[in-house]
């Protein structure tokens, strides 16, 4: 089974920035991606970015045209990272990471269900980002 750990989340102040980090026990290879998707309360599962092992990255639109957000990876450490620069209140979320992904999870919630497709990729238990005004 596929280990994801998340961390970098906090409390952070509006303005401020942080850099959430994801492992994975096994890097994502081939046509398979790492992903980051967010939840805020009351919400549907959010999706954020991609990255390729080739480094080929994907920002949801709505967050690319804001240029808040950053993907990255260092493949030497099977890490994934992700930059969130101006915080604002409504990127407080808990923020999942999914690992040797095929294909975009469009759900309710995050993460997939136990029973979920394994295309949907192996998922962390979430890092929580919160952001006061």
């Known amino acids: 089974e596929v280990q994801v750990v998340e961390s970098g989340g906090g409390s952070v102040q509006a303005g401020g920035s942080l850099r959430l980090s994801c492992t994975s026990s096994?890097?994502?290879?081939?046509?398979?991606?790492m992903a980051w998707y967010r939840q805020a309360p009351g919400t549907e599962c959010e999706f954020v970015a991609t990255i390729k092992p080739d480094g080929r990255t994907y920002i949801s639109h709505s967050l690319t045209v804001e240029g808040r957000f950053t993907i990255s990876q260092d493949n030497s450490k099977n890490t994934v990272y992700l930059q969130i620069n101006n915080l604002k209140p409504e990127d407080t979320a808990i923020y999942y990471c999914a690992a040797n992904q095929f294909r975009l999870w469009i759900g309710n919630t995050c993460p997939p269900g136990p029973g979920a497709n394994r295309d949907f990729g192996y998922w962390g238990q979430g890092t929580q980002v919160t952001v006061s005004s």
């Open positions: 096994e890097f994502s290879s081939g046509d398979s991606e």
